[in-house]
């Protein structure tokens, strides 16, 4: 074997670095808003998040494999301008918008008196690891994964052990983090849940190159995506009812920190700690990953004329420092104007918006150039509208107007280009 395909990831390496990417932010920050959404019902939310999440990912993994250079590249090869440029301008706002949650999420946990402004210090330090080049390699995801996987088995632990007992007393002032109006209700109320869940899904994307690097991409392919989106069910399963179980619905769809009101509530300060140091390295980690995909995405439509074309330039490092630059400050903004159940949403919606697009993308391919069912695809899609469509009405309203902002300024961009 050459020593270049020894370095390649198989399986479980592979698997590590997907659930690297994919349990950060949102499942420390989403429980709250979707609670609120679905009640009793949120295991069942978490149910069909997951199964949006496979369709697409198997969608976005597929368009990889076959158009080298990323799903978005891909996608971009197979949809219609107006449709691939819709694509990326949701890609991006979804990215601004998690980069936003994960920071405020991360302030949530590490300093609940002043979320905003550890929020705003995280992004800074993060950004200058993006500009200087770091990145998760496959043993620093090994150590993530299991850090993570410590503090949600305790958080699992500590929620049956406390099942059955006193729920932890609200505060006369509290309320559900979200105002999710009607939709809150059966199964409307369960579909709005989802697509809040989606988000805490959406770290999948890391998948898509590993296509190409996999020691025999299109028989591993399936196994890793199948994987690593199975174990993530699975464990959020256990988070839903754990949380359900310790602190009742009421507490949870009022609580902006769940993980460490749940093991506070017991009683267990170290526990309390433990859990509060691993959501700072996991939204930290997440952060900087999402950041990294903005940044490659800037780059590529900088390089394809949509934006400004300084954007697609290297720095001495062969960073795109711009780029990264740019990203840190969009997070910022978001964070300050929206809040971290805005932003939260905004992401979770415009990431609906782009992977629903991937799956249509994924069924233009030649049956006999996919590894999953063009059937698979299909669903995948369909359920990315449903739930964007049953989004809170202000955040679906937010997306939209900024979808339509950011696409005609995409596309008037690409005319003055093609014009001069």
């Known amino acids: 074997m050459s020593a270049s395909a020894a370095r390649r990831p198989g399986t479980a390496d592979a698997v590590a670095l997907g659930l690297a990417a994919i349990v950060g932010a949102g499942v420390f920050g989403v429980w709250g808003p979707a609670t609120a959404a679905a009640g009793m019902w949120l295991p069942l939310a978490v149910v069909v998040a997951g199964v949006a999440a496979l369709c697409v990912a198997a969608a976005g993994a597929d368009v990889a494999l ?3 250079g990323g799903c978005a590249v891909g996608g971009a090869t197979l949809l219609w301008p107006g449709a691939a ?3 990326w ?11 936003a949650t994960a920071a405020t999420v991360f302030g ?3 300093l609940p008196d002043r979320p905003l402004a550890a929020a705003v210090g995280v992004v800074a330090v993060v950004t200058g690891l993006a500009v200087g ?3 998760c390699t496959a043993r620093s995801a090994w150590t993530l994964v299991g850090g993570v996987g410590i503090v949600l088995l305790v958080v699992v632990l500590v929620g049956l052990v406390a099942a059955g007992g006193d729920q932890p007393e609200l505060p006369a002032a509290t309320a559900p983090l979200v105002p999710v109006g009607p939709a809150s209700a059966g199964a409307p109320g369960v579909l709005t849940a989802a697509g809040m869940l989606f988000f805490a899904f959406a770290g999948f994307a890391r998948l898509f190159p590993l296509g190409t690097e996999l020691r025999d991409p299109r028989r591993m392919q399936r196994r890793v995506v199948g994987l690593t989106l199975g174990v993530v069910a699975i464990g959020y399963l256990a988070v839903a009812v754990a949380l359900l179980a310790g602190l009742g619905v009421d507490a949870l769809a009022a609580a902006p920190a769940p993980l460490v009101a749940l093991v506070d509530s017991g009683g267990a300060p170290a526990l309390g700690v433990l859990v509060r140091l691993g959501a700072a390295v996991a939204c930290g980690s997440a952060l900087l990953a999402v950041l990294a995909g903005w940044s490659r995405t800037t780059v590529i439509m900088a390089r394809r004329g949509e934006l400004p074309g300084g954007l697609a330039r290297s720095g001495s490092r062969g960073t795109s420092w711009r ?3 740019l990203g840190g400050v969009v ?3 978001v964070a300050v104007v929206a809040g971290p159940v805005g932003a939260l949403v905004v992401a979770a919606c415009a990431l609906l918006v782009h992977y629903a697009l991937v799956g ?3 069924v233009l391919l030649p049956a006999e150039r996919r590894t999953w069912p063009g059937g698979v695809f299909a669903v995948g899609a369909v359920l990315c509208v449903l739930l964007a469509l049953l989004m809170p009405l202000r955040g679906l309203g937010v997306t939209v107007a900024a979808l339509a902002v950011l696409w005609v300024l995409a596309t008037l961009h690409v005319g003055r280009t093609a014009a001069g």
């Open 85 to 87: 440029r819709l694509a």
């Open 89 to 99: 301008v949701a890609y991006l706002l979804g990215r601004a918008a998690a980069a």
């Open 323 to 325: 780029a990264d630059l």
């Open 66 to 68: 076959v158009h080298p």
């Open 331 to 333: 997070a910022v903004a």
């Open 360 to 362: 249509f993308a994924a």
């Open 108 to 110: 949530n946990y590490v």
């Open 133 to 135: 080049g770091v990145t």
